[in-house]
């Protein structure tokens, strides 16, 4: 299937990236930044407070119910989770933050070791050549570490940056950031609610990388189903 338009596009200054799903296939990082989690907490537990991940899971959902803003920063609830966690296991509050730190800091180096395939790299070249290109995020994946931070001119972040999407509060700091009215902006995404929705709210372009081949009521400017379907916007 190629690429399929369903409004008018109109002139595009910049092109705005999802990350997670969108670049890369995010399931097997992600596995493997739990999973660095745990075994860091198993080295400093002992054996009778290991717990498994469905504990810590468990616990960060629980304290996203509680304090539901927790949840635009994603690298602080899970990190708030952690301690929660290891307070409901009797240690200290100091205790339990010196040890969620090191978690923490174990998972995020996990999710950071993110191999960009040659062609998307590529692909990225390409497009970098004839517009701006931003990556916004709910993640906590650095473009830096991925090795597209020459590509990129920023990237934005849920938390430190605003509302996770489809709030439009990326969107439109991505916009005065760049000095540019939203609309200039496409932005390229997998989820339909938080990239489609989220960029239709803030008054930007949306292309969804529909991956599963889903039927949705609200359409996006473009639908793509693989990556490399965005060469055309090279003309």
């Known amino acids: 299937m190629t ?3 369903f409004k008018t596009i109109q002139r595009i200054s910049a092109l705005s990236f999802d990350l997670d ?3 890369y296939n995010n399931a097997p990082v992600l596995l493997a930044a739990e999973q660095a989690m745990l075994q860091s907490l198993q080295q400093q537990l002992q054996p009778e407070l290991h717990r498994p991940l469905e504990y810590w899971s468990q616990l960060r959902w629980q304290l996203g119910q509680q304090q539901p803003d927790i949840r635009h920063d ?3 609830w899970r990190l708030h989770g952690i301690e929660a966690g290891l307070i409901q296991l009797g240690l200290a509050e100091c205790e339990a933050s010196e040890i969620a730190d090191l978690a923490y800091h174990a998972f995020w180096q996990a999710r950071s070791r993110i191999q960009i395939q040659p062609e998307v790299r590529q692909l990225l070249e390409q497009l970098a050549s004839r517009y701006q290109l931003i990556a916004i995020t709910n993640g906590n994946a650095c473009i830096q570490r991925m090795g597209l931070g020459d590509l990129f001119e920023f990237s934005l972040q849920a938390g430190p940056d605003g509302k996770m999407k489809p709030f439009p509060d990326l969107f439109l700091a991505a916009a005065k950031r760049l000095q540019i009215p939203p609309q200039q902006i496409l932005h390229i995404g997998d ?3 938080a990239d489609v929705m989220g960029a239709l709210s803030a008054g930007c372009q949306a292309a969804w990388l529909d991956h599963h081949q889903s039927r949705v009521s ?3 400017h473009i639908r793509l189903t693989k990556l490399s379907q965005l060469a055309s916007l090279l003309g």
């Open 74 to 76: 994603i690298g602080r």
């Open 21 to 23: 799903d969108t670049l």
């Open 3 to 5: 690429m399929q338009f």
């Open 218 to 220: 609200v359409l996006p």
């Open 191 to 193: 989820s339909h609610r």
